[in-house]
């Protein structure tokens, strides 16, 4: 590795986040007349006036301010926002009668959908655990704590274990099939790691800990593919897997065929997800105080998929999704997966100290800066043709916010700080 | 069936219940000075004197005092003795610092042990919801739902399913072995189908009938062995079948040998449980108005298997526990699989229609009015030889109590007023 070009991209990372990232969404997301954060906008950052407010994109936010301060940066007016966007959780997203958050307001704190969505809470558990741990806030844990009780209330499956993931308001469980009341995803399970993660991290109480082992336990031997290590999208409640279809409440990008389901199916998996998983893992098993080196083996395996199915050599960037055996069915370049790609495979090089990854790092570096990020506006573009040219331009959406961006350039920063020591 | 013969065993049932087991209890298990109840008599009802209230004794004469009282009994007396009951609890069992209640106390009221066991738990779930529905005194309830809800906080395994048994007094999970934090057992997920049935029958809620449901399908699925149906008492947190070991915390007889491990310890199932889970079943379904059709042919495997090794044809009664294939390892009576298999037996005349239960069940019935009860005194003796001699012969201990001896009344009389129409 070539420390010197290392400084180099490092420096890249820093400029962005700190010139463009950050100042994109810190000029523009507080919204000072209903409370909560602003979160459409246009390729040009104009605000695009969706009458929304998701809890994915309103704690998402919140995370992204509070880690960003906690990492050091903003001289406190970070902290100032992300105190703004709990006002708002707690005031307007919070369902006084049977506790939890709803699924959708518009943007003057009106409920538009009152559902209670696992996927959603896993953010709030992640954020306000972050917010507490960033500024000292109590209000921040003492509701991650609340979402967490609920949690193992009403969405543990006693009988298969893991967590059911769609509730009606009163957390009654949703009916089968589109409305999910019978599948477990990775991304939940995954999300909740990440959450259980940091409410540990900020409580050091027995029972975040026990449940986050647990949660590990059900992603290494539930959930990720017995033979690649990839992760396996859906299943059915006793975790044979499901195919992979469209929810009717849906938290990402709607890539389905008009049928509301994949093809392949059942035979499929996301590098974005698999680096994502592989250092979320990394990181829960620091705070936990585990020791990594029982888990090399298996970082090993799912960064050299990555490597060798998502990476594209010939055109820069990391593709959608593949079969778990190896190969490619999407090619298109979707911006959450090259930012989730560059921390793993910083996390590899660190780890396993190989030579490939930090190439590849390389290449994904190189495609990010080069063509997913909007040059002059500052944040990324959501979905780019092989080639980098982009096919979705919307710089902000309820499902597309700073999470994965302001995390990559933060958490890549750390990583390569470490390396250049 | 001989009705007349039917008439003459019901009446003989309502004269011990009625004249000797409830006055036993009325005339001297309240606690005037500390409140609560006292449950520890010797041979003749006399007041042993022993410093313990139990969280087990305390709250099983609650659901003695409740279920009777609601099935018609006392005149409003035992609705009263109730109350004083949940006084006692509520103020000095339950712990306000972290929740639950305590597993000791000493007569005054000062805990001895402090820690949080699912066991005792189950039975306030199952007794303080009995207590609403038979008085209306809402405290019941509002405490049974804050155990349900500590239960699935704490004690749910989200990796495997089920429940975790043995806690410290911060809910902090027990170490291995012999403090059970790694085991799972029968006696506790059936005692927890006992308790969420009531609870759902007093409060109607989605996740309690949700969490019923679990708990069905874990014993029938995990639990009971495939083949035979038969109970199988200890298990390891993956369901794998563990060796039948003793606690440090027991909470029934101690029948095991020195080494803290039952012969036999792998296979060995009790008739005693497996009548106590059908009838147990056979209610819940009765509750959550689920088709009993299609239970009846496991209900015919089980109670075939409990008269087939469980009655002993020659002296009466019902022997302690065998292989799950069939045969016997220990033939003393003990007083509470008498009591159970009672119950199961009515439960297979009237679901099943065949002429062998009924005469399995006069068997056990004689046993007990010739044998187990203690005549003038009216309570059970809780341990006989196979001939009948009473082992043991104290009337109340932490451990004996009133539950199975009311119980079994109070069920058997309800199911032969059903047969005699």
Redesign the interface.
Known sequence: MDIKELVQLKQEAENHLINELLPFWIMRMTDEKNGGYLTHFDEKGNDTGEDEKSLIAQTRCLYTLSSAHRAGYGNGELAEIARHGVDFLLNKMWDNQHGGFFWMLDRKGNVKNNQKIIYGHSFAIYSLSEYTLATGDKRGVEYAEKVF?LL???G????????WEMFQR????CGPGSQGGDRKTLDVHMHLMEAFTTLYECTGK??HR??LL??I??LL?RIIHPEYKTGVPQFYKDWSVAPQIKFDIIWGWDRFSEEGQKGNATDNTCYGHNAEFAWLLNHALEILQDDVENYKGLFRIIYDHTIDNGVDYEFGGVFVEGPHSGGVYDREKEFWQQAEVLIGLLDAVILLGNEKYWEAYKNVHRFVFDKVVNKGVGEWYPLLSRRGEPIWTHMGHSWKINYHTVRAMVQSIKRMEKLSK
């Open positions: 009780d193992q209330k009403y543990a499956d006693t009988m298969y274990g893991g967590y009163d957390w009654t469980l027995e029972v026990r449940k647990e949660v336990d059900l031997n």
